[in-house]
């Protein structure tokens, strides 16, 4: 059963940092597509950034571009969300979320981890 774990969450103020932690169980993570998601009260699921495996190109929502930024190390089974510049409609509880080994569908979710960012 793959597990995953996020850490790093927290409140920050307007303008500050924060750096996101999934750590993945497994041995197939260097072949999954690893994507990190957030929710706000009130309002639906959304998409922030996905890198892919091997060549690891990545993606952002449009909201994040140029603020976030999405890593992983195969070596740690871990994924990373650096998220700078953060703003007040940056809060929610934001989740990892892991494809099968070379899908494409996001089949596991971590539990989440809040993130509050004061104005």
């Known amino acids: 059963q793959v597990q995953l774990v996020e850490s790093g969450g927290g409140l920050v103020q307007a303008g500050g940092s924060l750096r996101l932690s999934c750590a993945a169980s497994?041995?197939?993570?260097?072949?999954?597509?690893m994507g990190w998601f957030r929710q706000a009260p009130g309002k639906e699921r959304e998409f922030v950034a996905a890198?892919?495996?091997?060549?690891?190109?990545?993606n952002y929502a449009d909201s994040v571009k140029a603020r976030f930024t999405i890593s992983r190390d195969n070596a740690k089974n871990t994924v990373y969300l650096q998220m700078n510049s953060l703003k007040p409609e940056d809060t929610a509880v934001y989740y990892c979320?892991?494809?099968?080994?070379?899908?494409?569908?996001?089949?596991?979710w971590g539990q989440g981890t809040q993130v509050t960012v004061s104005s």
């Open positions: 979320a892991q494809t099968k080994p070379w899908g494409t569908n996001y089949d596991y």
């Open positions: 497994g041995r197939t993570f260097s072949v999954t597509n």
């Open positions: 890198i892919r495996w091997g060549v690891g190109d990545t």
